[in-house]
């Protein structure tokens, strides 16, 4: 038995030994934040057990953000989670271990952001806005298939699930409006999507293959977009402050080492591609998602059904010789099923706000209203038939201020 | 007369006393990167003289980058210039000065770039690539004289001047292509833009008229673009790749304090703007800038015909609620005038690659060869019929690697 006594740590559960996904805390018990892993409904913060850990390992550890961490890279996280295995499951606490009731710490944003790329890499979500935006024309556009689709993001507004969502101001211009019209947004909507948080060395031009070297792990994104803004300024250069006003990436970050019993083949994109986002082994994952807005469970997306892998989005990001840098950021882009209820965005679930989605409580939606909160959660297959969980990311949509 | 017995060093020469711009050098004769101050062809480090600078001061420009010289703010920002002033004009060197030429010192990037936006503010430039690619419609689409479009670009490939520009390898697809095919780029081109490098405390919805405030000055760039790669990746979500692999920017800020008699109203935009894009007194600026295609001057971009001022940029850019942080990078988009000899794009000189641009040694050109420099530099209005300078921002094309 482990001295963690936790039931939510047990094998059984999406948060036991299984799953040991990294934060960053904040506590009157701690001399400021630390670097945590999470088990059960515990943080356990590394600083005060840096002592158990070889020399190299406590100076990661000991910090107050995971960007040493990650500069490390994967043969030093591979023996910081073994390490990590060993104290958890372990008897006896080691010397100093204060374990700490998740709602009795702040969830920091657990590292710095380099930069942030958002992908397109569902079909169902990119031929759903093809239909509705493009009626006459087919659903996906040529180029899709052949990339995986992308833009950069603001780095500098991505924060930790929690932090509150203020509507944004904008510009938009409906087709009846002679002139666009300024105000806070009508259309708000999520993106519901998976991130990948990178690692190790400076490099470049890195090859599909070698992707799982410099993903350090997988955190749930919810890209927050004004449909409204989005639609009037995104032709010819793509969204900008439709996006840029926030971005949730969840408190925990779950080790790419977990997921192993969860790689899934991608489905086939029905055409040959070049020969730099051809896998081996291809690095779909079968993360299940759920969606809940004001608590209702809204939608079930399934990531097992993006088009495109995290190694070859990797693998086409650097393929032009940009860098990467320990702390860039990717997401997959929103995640659709090809179901009505696997939709990742309210846009969708109600196609465009012509079809209301009903809360439990009666409550009818289209876009999201002041007050409004959505968590995003996921699970996935883990080892000797236990479930891998993924942290929340939510956020509360508060009034946009007087412009 | 001063103690800086350098020629280019007088008032009348675009790197005299009213200019003096910031950067970062590498020198056998120092201990680590300094920040310095350009004064004509030499480069003066602040780190030996911090003993004449105040307490605030000397913490500031001891430093190895300018990030806190950013972070410090206008103020500050004042202060500093200010004593810079008496100490460059004095009839005696400060103690310990030591004044290293241009040619002996490394430029490091002077500052940590945060998020980097890339407008597109040139109305010519819009006309003109409106004109070539979308030949049946009106040239400049509807949103462009009502917000100032813009993007994200990769901040982890804004790179100092000089460092070489390695031809990225891409998809491209051709109109008579049935499949993209991948390889070097064949439509390698600049763009000549000007960069505006921010600071003070992190802040959002930045009034148009405090601007000011949060400009720390103003440095030109050059926005490497893979024509190719763009046209076949950028629908629906804009330049990726084809602007990912490298951004050039000058190695020396120039002060925006020392724009003063620069600044100029925009030509009218034709149709009213929102209020927050209504500037009491507007910040155009009026730099005339040069392109040099292997020693040919190919082009002279007019700065002031730009349609958008960077207060305008800087408000659009954080009216949605989306932070400013030090260290963010705005850039204008390509500068181009309304005369031929005034675009700032290969693209626009030689139209889509059909007008060879023809070089003073006679070789002919349309998009960029390996092995080519290209060099932008500039000027602008400084007090008492001085001349300000800004430094150049160059690079030179190295063969794409094997794929």
């Given at each position: ?19 040991l996904?990294?934060g ?62 060993e ?24 590292f ?23 009626p ?9 298939t ?16 929690g ?84 971005t ?20 086939a ?54 860098t ?16 009505k ?55 509360t949509?508060l ?5």
């Amino acid at each position: 038995m482990s001295w963690i006594e936790d039931p939510a740590f047990g094998a059984d559960q999406p948060f036991g030994p299984q799953t040991l996904p990294y934060g960053v805390v904040e506590s009157p018990e701690l001399d400021g934040p630390a670097v945590a892993v999470r088990v059960g409904d515990h943080a356990l913060p590394l600083r005060p057990i840096a002592g158990s850990f070889s020399d190299r390992l406590a100076d990661l550890v000991g910090a107050d953000s995971l960007d040493a961490v990650l500069a490390a890279g994967r043969p030093v996280w591979s023996e910081l989670r073994a390490r990590l295995t060993e104290l958890v499951t372990a008897g006896s606490a080691p010397r100093g271990a204060k374990l700490l009731p998740l709602g009795e710490v702040t969830n920091r944003l657990p590292f710095t952001v380099a930069d942030y790329v958002d992908f397109y890499s569902s079909r169902h979500h990119a031929e759903n806005v093809g239909r509705m935006f493009r009626p006459d024309g087919d659903p996906l556009l040529p180029n899709w298939t052949h990339l995986p689709i992308g833009y950069h993001g603001r780095a500098g507004t991505v924060v930790v699930s929690g932090t509150d969502v203020v509507r944004p101001n904008g510009q938009r211009k409906g087709p009846k409006d002679p002139a666009p019209v300024f105000g806070p947004s009508i259309r708000l909507d999520i993106e519901a999507e998976v991130g990948f948080v990178c690692g190790g060395p400076v490099t470049s031009r890195v090859s599909v293959n070698k992707a799982p070297e410099h993903i350090f792990g997988v955190a749930l994104v919810n890209d927050w977009s004004a449909r409204d803004l989005q639609a009037w300024e995104y032709v010819p250069l793509g969204p900008f402050l439709a996006k840029s006003f926030l971005t949730s990436v969840a408190a925990w970050i779950t080790p790419l080492d977990a997921l192993s019993q969860a790689r899934v083949a991608p489905p086939a994109m029905g055409n040959e591609l070049q020969d730099y986002l051809v896998e081996d082994r291809p690095l779909g994952l079968d993360l299940r998602m759920e969606v809940r807005w004001n608590d209702t469970l809204v939608s079930r997306p399934p990531f097992a059904s993006m088009a495109w892998t995290c190694a070859q989005q990797l693998a086409h990001m650097t393929v032009n010789g940009a860098t990467l840098r320990p702390g860039d950021l990717f997401a997959s882009g929103t995640v659709s099923g090809p179901e009505k209820n696997e939709r990742g965005s309210f846009l969708e679930l109600s196609w465009g706000g012509k079809e209301p989605v009903v809360l439990d409580d009666g409550a009818e939606r289209t876009f999201l209203e002041d007050g409004d909160t959505v968590v995003i959660t996921a699970t996935a297959p883990g080892p000797d038939g236990s479930v891998v969980g993924f942290a929340e990311v939510s956020g509360t949509v508060l009034p946009a201020p007087v412009a």
